[in-house]
């Protein structure tokens, strides 16, 4: 089942409550979070208050995605605002079996991401452990960037490495998502798009999401 997750960080910041009911409403299956911490990426966006001010008005799956230096700082923190799913960057930690523990530890589900040039083979390891796999298809900091050709290739890999290491893990797929690659995204194994730009500037967002989800 293909499962969108449309991004708050392409989100009206001052309307963020509004935003995320007008997200139940449009059918979303997951909300994404992406948490910056100024250091790992040179953007700023919010942290764990917001989300647990957000949490008692939606019912959907919170995808907290951490682009932050210290990801083990933000776990704990990050079960207490109510997330169900998070994530940090391969880049970022050395010692990351350690925080995949700490993540599920709080009942979330835990996930890597990889930057678009990262190989997908780093993870042959751990993948058995993950429940999902977060593949960047743009440089992370900033919404609303060109997608990189390049990463569906990579979705490809990712899938055929779950295979062989006998893993569960889904992918998610975040960066310039839209109706032009969606299909081709999905062709290739990945089960979740992370959509920011294409929902929220869609006229109407139910149908982006209906038209993202039943891509072909």
Known sequence: MIKIAPSLLSADFSRLQEELKMLTQAGADIVHLDIMDGHF??????????????????????????????????????????????????????HADRVVQLIKKYDMQAGMVLNPSTPVEVLQDILPALDFVLLMSVNPGFGGQKFIPYVTAKVKRLAELIERTKSSASIEIDGGVG????????????????????????????EMIRTLRNSQ
């Open 41 to 94: 990426v040179p953007n700023l966006t919010f942290g764990p208050p917001v989300i647990k001010a957000l949490r008692p008005h939606s019912d959907l799956v919170f995808d907290a995605h951490l682009m932050v230096e210290q990801p083990s700082d933000y776990i704990e923190p990050l079960h207490e605002a109510g997330c169900d799913m998070v994530s940090f960057h391969y880049e970022t930690e050395p």
């Open 179 to 206: 109706p032009q690659n969606a299909a081709s995204l999905i062709a290739a194994g990945a089960n979740i798009l992370v959509a920011g730009s294409a929902v929220f500037n869609s006229a109407d967002r139910a």
